[in-house]
Every structure is written in structure tokens, then in C-alpha cells.
């Protein structure tokens, strides 16, 4: 069998992870497992990650890239402040309603990293990239539009991201389509407000 180096190896087996922990949950992917899922010895994962931590974080950042991505390509160019911010507030939602197993992924690795020193590193690191994404997003808008902010754009999308985490998290427990876009419009409405 041919070499293939860490760099052509380490998003293989990101993906795998993904599918793995996507179908089976967090618990199950041990790098034994991951390793057995695209079929590498489990001596591959470590050689190309060191630690299943390590792995684990590069899912989170990956997971996380794709959601960012999605929202970010959704941004319109030309819209006011208002509906900008409800378009990217509907994109953002929408990933939720057509990929809930990446949001419940990184809801699950969110809750481990918590307890697993290694691992705090990364859940700051998510954080911190959608948080200033989102910052971003409504800096940009507002800059765009001649839009004033009433609050500093980091104060605004702590406030979005807070009551979209618990929407989200409610999605993915008790699903209420109807109530999820009474809520949605409810904190689209605070936003603007706010900003």
C-alpha cells in the first residue's frame, strides 16, 4: 500500500471522525474506532494528530469552519442593516433545520471539553471564532449600511449567540417548528433592537 503523508491523511481522518461521532456520538469514537471507519491503522491517528484530544479539536474546528462558511456565504451586499441581519440570522438557523447532527456534534464536544483540560483550549477557541465572526458580520453590516451600533458589535452578537445556543439546544431536545420561528423572529426583533 502506498504512503500517504499526515498532511493528505489528517483531513481523511477528520472526516471520519465526523461521520463516526456524527452517526454514534462522541462516546464512540475512540481513535480505534476512527481508525477502523476509513480503515488505517489506529498507530495513524496518533502519528497524525498525537492525541485523540487533538483530533477531537480539529473536528470542532472543522465542523465549525463549514457552519461559518455557510453563514458567511449567505451575507447579502447590498440589503439594509435590518434585513441583512435577518438574513444571516435565517442562514444561521437554517444550518440548524438541514444539519442538526453537526450542531448536536459540537454541542456534545462542547460538554466534554468542559471537563477535559485538553480539550478547554479548543471549546475557547470555538467560541472565541464564532463570537468574532459574528462581531464581524454585524461590524461589517453596520459599516456597510451607515448603520450607528447602539452597543458594541462583540456586546450584540454575545446576546444573539446566547439566546441562539439555547434555541438551538431546545431544537434539538424538543423540536416545535412553529414556536422555533416565533422565537427566531422574537430574537431577531431583540437584535435589532439592541444594536
Not at 31 to 49: C, D, M, N, P, S
Amino acid at each position: 500500500m502506498a504512503h500517504v503523508s499526515a498532511a493528505e491523511r489528517r483531513p481523511q481522518l477528520i472526516k471520519a471522525a465526523i461521520d463516526l461521532m456524527t452517526r454514534e456520538g462522541v462516546a464512540a469514537g475512540s481513535t480505534r474506532a476512527i481508525a477502523a471507519e476509513l480503515g488505517v491503522a489506529q498507530a495513524t491517528v496518533h502519528y497524525t494528530f498525537g492525541t485523540k484530544e487533538d483530533l477531537y479539536r480539529a473536528v470542532m474546528e472543522q465542523v465549525t469552519d463549514n457552519l461559518v462558511a455557510q453563514v458567511e456565504r449567505a451575507a447579502p451586499t447590498d440589503a439594509s442593516f435590518e434585513e441583512t441581519v435577518v438574513t444571516l440570522a435565517e442562514a444561521y438557523w437554517r444550518t440548524v433545520i438541514e444539519q442538526p447532527e453537526a450542531h448536536q456534534l459540537l454541542t456534545e464536544l462542547n460538554m466534554l471539553a468542559l471537563r477535559t483540560p485538553h480539550l478547554k483550549e479548543a471549546l475557547h477557541s470555538h467560541y472565541t471564532q464564532v463570537l468574532a465572526v459574528t462581531a464581524k458580520l454585524i461590524s461589517e453590516t453596520a459599516e456597510r449600511t451607515g448603520h450607528q451600533l447602539a452597543q458594541p458589535a462583540e456586546t450584540i452578537a454575545r446576546f444573539f449567540l446566547a439566546g441562539f445556543d439555547g434555541l438551538t439546544m431546545q431544537h434539538l431536545a424538543l423540536p416545535d417548528e412553529e414556536a422555533e420561528r416565533v422565537c427566531l423572529r422574537a430574537l431577531i426583533s431583540a437584535l435589532l433592537a439592541m444594536a
